[in-house]
């Protein structure tokens, strides 16, 4: 048996209340909209629900799952991505649930997997990106992000203004990316002909 005391199952209610209003604003739902999708007599119930007064029954909470497109385990608050997995990669790579999605394979609403060959093309993309020449590549793409911009003072007395650096590395981005093309369209350099 469990021995929940009152206050955590009164802060899990409100918390789970919550991620249900949460994501019915996502789907921007009324309350009786919400009510109505999931065959509630009245917004009354699921008010009560959202303010944490009352939990909704497993029945419930499964049609909500299937509308919001989540595992139980989101509803209920054991984890904070919408599924198991995400939150599992999310903890090991800090990768957001929308990346992580962009990187999985996408579910329809009613979560049938669709694998299509864009979606494919798009992973080995992002391992070749990764891999590629030691990471060289997600390296420059950080800096052009993140990078301060700075002017950089040369040796000679020249400066570099930030527009100048961000330029100079999207052409250094850019030849690793022909780089990469010209290895995966089999270049001479990798013994391929």
Sequence with gaps: MYNISYETYERRSQEIGERIRTERKKL???QDGLAEKIDIGSRQTIAQWENGVALPPLSKLLCMCDLF???IGYLLCDYDCKTRTATDIQKETGLSEAAIARIGSSTSGSGVRLYTKQRDLERKALNYVIEFNGGDMLELIANYLFKEEKPVELE???VLTPETIATSNLLELSGEM???RK????GAENGQH
């Design 69 to 71: 497109g989540c595992e």
């Design 156 to 158: 000679d007395g020249r």
């Design 28 to 30: 921007d739902l009324t």
């Design 178 to 180: 022909q780089a990469l």
């Design 183 to 186: 290895k995966l369209r089999g």
